[in-house]
């Protein structure tokens, strides 16, 4: 029997100052900008951006083709998708993935879902709920698929 075995790791990144990473985590190929903070458990793959002063909580997975700015919170257990699967299966070229931009102060609670969209500045999202439109307008979102709940 043969077994593929993989450890974690941190490699290829380019960090800021002052950048805190919890092991273990398993980050390649990405930016982490100055006072970023990732919790244990994370994946963070190659090409996403993470700006300055964001904090990625515990078991988040954050996958290429993701931008997040300054000043931002990931909670617990947040999952950023980039295949919609729309033949129903997974898309296996990356040139069908689509990017997700999150903006400036985001803040996305734990357990949401991400899927590829652009979040303008000075959102929350509220804990467990899909993000599957762009949001254009700061606010409070919540729910399956995420609405506006109410002004911040």
């Known amino acids: 029997m043969k077994i593929n075995v993989y450890n974690s ?3 290829d990144i380019i960090i800021g100052e002052n950048v805190t990473i919890i092991e273990p985590s398993n980050l390649y190929e990405c930016i982490l900008e ?3 903070f990732v919790g244990p458990f994370c994946e963070i793959q190659k090409g996403v951006k993470i700006g300055k002063n964001t904090r990625i909580q515990s078991h988040s997975f954050i996958c290429e083709l993701v931008t997040i700015g300054k000043n931002c919170f990931v909670g617990h257990g947040v999952m950023f998708v980039n295949d919609l ?3 129903g299966k997974p898309a296996g070229d990356p040139k069908l993935w689509k990017k997700t931009i999150i903006e400036d102060n985001v803040s996305i609670g734990s357990n949401a879902t991400i899927l590829p969209v652009k979040i ?4 929350v999202i509220g804990a467990g709920s899909v993000v599957t439109k762009d949001i254009t307008e700061s606010g409070i979102y919540a729910g399956n698929p995420a609405k ?3 002004n911040l």
Request: aromatic letters at 6%.
């Open 148 to 150: 506006k709940i109410r």
């Open 34 to 36: 100055d006072n970023v």
């Open 120 to 123: 303008c500045s000075n959102v």
């Open 9 to 11: 790791q941190i490699r």
């Open 85 to 87: 699967f729309k033949e």
